[in-house]
């Protein structure tokens, strides 16, 4: 019986072609690999260049007669000293509590 030769070719070829592209595969996992960690180092050493925000001290007001206030400029101290407090808060120099009476305070 005549022996097929085109049997242990086709085999061949296929492991070659399965070969390559486990060899493709495996390099390109590699290089999204490396690019990710390239990334994440460069974002991870932008957040460590930048200052850290200076503490703000709020001065308490003055328990004098109320100021009225010019309509643009004290609405938009208002809003900075809100989120000053915030801030802080958010960074846990204050508590909900203290936030919360500083907060009224100054919408009172």
Same mark, same amino acid.
């Given at each position: 019986?005549?022996?097929?030769? $085109? /049997?242990?070719?086709?085999?061949?070829?296929? &492991?070659?072609? #399965?070969? $390559? *592209? +486990? @060899?493709?595969?495996? *390099? #390109?996992?590699? *290089?999204?690999?490396?690019?990710?960690? $390239?990334? /994440?180092?460069?974002?991870?050493?932008?957040?460590?260049?930048?200052?850290?925000?200076?503490?703000?001290?709020?001065?308490?007001?003055? #328990?004098? !007669?109320?100021? #009225?206030?010019?309509?643009? &400029?004290?609405?938009? =101290?208002?809003? =900075?000293?809100? +989120?000053?407090? &915030?801030? @802080? $808060? =958010?960074?846990? &120099?204050?508590?909900?509590?203290?936030? =919360?009476?500083?907060? !009224?305070?100054?919408?009172?």
């Amino acid at each position: 019986m005549p022996r097929n030769r $085109r /049997s242990p070719g086709l085999l061949r070829s296929a &492991a070659r072609t #399965a070969g $390559r *592209t +486990a @060899l493709i595969a495996s *390099t #390109a996992t590699a *290089t999204s690999n490396a690019i990710h960690n $390239r990334t /994440s180092q460069r974002a991870n050493q932008k957040l460590a260049d930048q200052p850290q925000q200076a503490d703000v001290m709020i001065l308490p007001m003055s #328990a004098g !007669a109320p100021v #009225a206030p010019a309509a643009n &400029a004290a609405s938009a =101290d208002l809003v =900075d000293q809100l +989120a000053q407090l &915030a801030q @802080l $808060r =958010d960074a846990g &120099a204050l508590s909900e509590a203290e936030f =919360d009476q500083a907060k !009224a305070k100054l919408l009172n």
